[in-house]
């Protein structure tokens, strides 16, 4: 028998059995049971007594946590993301085998009694007295159901979990009121519902309609008696009676649960018997979560959307609030992912560099207009196991977004860039620099917004040929892509009005830093990444206006809710006219310049190089009207390799350059992506200035010659000297350009 207390009053067992006891002869148990005031259980919460009417009387029921499809723009699925394997089903969708199996062997008077199967209890409370232990036992399916909801409620945190599965007659007690609430507001059928979706099943499965899809590959609604069987035994101890890891054992509990099941007359004994004959057929269906299932290479871009989602203010006020939403889940992402473009980007970033190469590279395309990110691919597969060259490292984002430390210089990319600026402040692009293959440029002559100087020292600037020398206009410098006419170019327009320029059309670092007051900004050396280039490219295409990019189009909540989602935020960067002249110039490249191996044939498009110092980044940035493609090569470890002497994709290069590497993956890419649809470019007139060339085209962005190969951009700034030998600052042939309407006022840009 058990002791009494030292101060003479009965146990705390004793006492909930004397009580029980009392309420039953006083007639108080009917669908429910009515339960005393304060001052009769024990509750172990924080080691203090309380009342059975301090329990709040409503249980706080948390969202069952389920999974998060993420969808490309046409509804294909890219992946599915959980926190818990589970989809919540109706109760009409389970299979009524499984609702008879579930409550036969777990409660087999649920429609009988109310909250609390008192006799079940009382027979566990003389048990357990008896024995001397706390009261265990006895559950019933709403009791156990309450239980599972504070042990959804804990989430992962480990002591949480703990204190909400604790054997304690105080736990017991909240359950208990919790129990008689949840019946008088949802009913038998909704509890049975509830239980089914919220249970676990073992193998990471949740929720009946999960485990059907983990053990047999098929949907709740369609379990067999057999396979119901299984399942409803497995709730005791999903580990123990494991198909999975123990057939034997498993089949002794399922044909318990199948005599449980003919014993209570929910089945005869004749199905009873041909069920046990039949062995568990199981059809494994092995849990897939993360970005790690995408498909078409989209894992990146699966991760960048997760990463969205759980920074973006649109999805909660705080990081904890968007956290707590993301794990819960059960949402349906639609994004922007094109699958015809993602398809093309993938096997355009795999076509030239192998996934086990020294070097890599990415590919992203962008929808002009819209801000719309349409692909994401690289050349390694998503995925942590580095034996099979898989990283999560997104090569295509900022820092903040899972990109590298700081992004990657972009070389002759960003001369577009220069060259708009100049454009907006009136220069022409007839404007000729007369230099040599190496110049010096006072550093204080490039002043910054607040009128600091760059640099208290020259800057020298040297072109990738000792034979690029000579008079340049806009044109053939964007063409040949000439440093040293871009250095000149930048001291003209200004540094602040480039920089300025840089902000408009969404250049930004990888390290999400300020863009710094350098010179050689001009030639790219300040680091950004494939998905800010092929922003900024895709404002050329949408005639100077800029549109920040986007993943995400919609997102429904379970039940249907609509959730806001980011939109893309469109500011005119430059007139119309100014892009409209870059993309005629910007043609040439594609057409006779530095790029003409990435040039589409059937189409108008236009595009840069860009290499930087060494070789150790190569770039092509390319457009067409509906249409802006950023694709790059480089090192992605901690180590920059200079690509020359160098196999790459089992072709050996003896220098990279980005027409010869970055602008073929870029044509590909371009070329599966694109449908039949052609817009043109708006055609303008383009001023060519006296190159000596006898060439003096006004259209089209002609120039003078192909150049041979890409710049190289140099970040430090240059790697060259001199004293300036072909030419000088007198050699500006070039005035001020007033574009077509402009006096009328119809630029829409303020000059500086």
Not at 98 to 123: P, S, T, W
Not at 330 to 353: C, E, F, M, W
Not at 505 to 525: E, F, I, M, S
Request: hydrophobic share 30%; with cysteine; proline share 5%.
């Amino acid at each position: 028998m058990p002791k009494k207390r030292s101060g003479g009053g009965l146990t705390t067992t004793q006492q909930a059995a004397k009580f029980l006891g009392v309420a039953a002869l006083s007639g108080a148990v009917l669908a429910g049971i009515a339960l005393p005031a304060a001052g009769v259980f024990g509750l172990a919460a924080k080691g203090t007594v309380q009342g059975f009417d301090d329990i709040p009387a409503s249980l706080r029921t948390p969202p069952l946590s389920q999974r998060t499809s993420i969808l490309d723009s046409k509804g294909g699925q890219i992946a599915t993301v959980y926190e818990r394997d589970r989809t919540v089903v109706k109760l009409r969708d389970i299979s009524p085998y499984m609702q008879k199996a579930i409550v036969d062997i777990e409660d087999a008077r649920f429609y009988e009694h109310g909250a609390i199967d008192l006799k079940g209890v009382l027979r566990a409370l003389n048990r357990n007295a008896q024995e001397g232990g706390a009261a265990q036992g006895a559950s019933t399916l709403t009791q156990q159901y309450v239980k599972n909801v504070f042990v959804e409620e804990a989430g992962d945190d480990p002591t949480k979990v703990a204190e909400a599965q604790q054997k304690s007659l105080g736990r017991k007690v909240r359950e208990l009121k919790y129990a008689i609430q949840v019946e008088e507001t949802l009913g038998k059928k909704k509890i049975l519902e509830n239980y089914l979706n919220i249970t676990f099943f073992g193998e990471q499965a949740y929720g009946i309609e999960a485990a059907a899809h983990r053990y047999f590959s098929k949907s709740a609604k369609d379990l067999t008696l057999s396979e119901s069987a299984l399942l409803g035994g497995m709730v005791q101890s999903p580990t123990r009676y494991d198909p999975v890891n123990d057939m034997e054992e498993a089949t002794k509990r399922r044909d318990t649960v199948l005599q449980r099941m003919a014993d209570l007359h929910d089945i005869s004994q004749a199905e009873a018997d041909k069920a046990k004959a039949t062995p568990i057929k199981l059809k494994v269906t092995k849990p897939r979560s993360g970005c790690i299932t995408a498909v078409a290479g989209s894992g990146f871009f699966c991760d960048y959307v997760r990463k969205v989602f759980l920074s973006d203010p649109a999805f909660g006020k705080t990081e904890a609030e968007r956290k707590k939403l993301w794990a819960v889940g059960g949402l349906t992402i639609r994004t922007t992912l094109d699958p015809k473009s993602q398809t093309a980007s993938n096997q355009a970033a795999t076509s030239k560099v192998n996934k086990d190469d020294k070097i890599a590279d990415a590919v992203v395309q962008v929808q002009p207009g819209t801000g719309k990110i349409l692909a994401m691919a690289q050349s390694r597969p998503y995925g942590l196991d580095l034996s099979k060259h898989q990283t999560v490292l997104n090569l295509s984002v900022d820092n903040r977004m899972g990109g590298t430390y700081a992004g990657f210089q972009v070389g002759s990319t960003f001369k577009p860039i220069t060259a708009s600026a100049a454009l907006e402040k009136g220069i022409s692009p007839a404007q000729s620099f007369t230099t040599g293959s190496q110049i010096s440029l006072p550093g204080d002559s490039f002043r910054s917004c607040s009128n600091r100087p760059a640099d208290d020292k020259p800057w020298s600037v040297e072109n990738e040929l000792p034979t690029e020398k000579g008079t340049f206009d806009m044109s053939s410098a964007l063409g040949k892509s000439i440093n040293t006419y871009f250095a000149k170019l930048e001291q003209k327009t200004g540094l602040c009005e480039t920089l300025t320029m840089a902000k408009k059309v969404g250049y930004t670092r990888g390290d999400d830093k300020p863009l710094q007051n350098v010179a050689a900004t001009t030639l790219g050396g300040q680091e950004s990444t494939p998905l800010s280039m092929a922003s900024v490219y895709a404002t050329f295409a949408n005639r100077g206006t800029y549109c920040s990019p986007v993943a995400i189009e919609s997102v429904t909540a379970p039940g249907g809710k609509t959730l806001n989602v980011p939109k893309t935020t469109c500011n005119k960067a430059m007139s119309e006219h100014t892009a409209d002249t870059v993309n005629q110039m910007l043609k040439g490249v594609v057409e006779d310049g530095t790029g003409k191996a990435a040039g589409l044939s059937d189409r108008d498009n236009a595009g840069k190089t860009g290499t930087t110092d060494e070789r150790k980044n190569a770039w092509f940035v390319g457009y067409t009207p509906n249409l802006s493609t950023a694709v790059w090569v480089g090192s992605d470890g901690s180590r920059q390799i200079p690509m020359s002497n160098i196999r790459i994709g089992g072709q050996y290069y003896d220098k990279v350059c980005g027409g010869c590497l970055p602008g073929p993956i870029w044509r590909t890419a371009m070329t599966g992506a694109l449908g039949s649809d052609a817009p043109s470019f708006n055609a303008v007139d383009v001023p060519r200035g006296n190159t000596g060339s006898g060439k003096h085209k006004r259209h089209g962005g002609g120039n003078n010659g192909t150049g041979g190969n890409d710049n190289g951009g140099n970040g430090n700034g240059g790697n060259g000297g001199g004293d300036n030998p072909g030419g000088d600052n007198n050699g500006d042939t070039g005035g001020i350009y007033f574009p077509p309407g402009f006096i009328g006022g119809n630029n829409g840009t303020p000059r500086r």
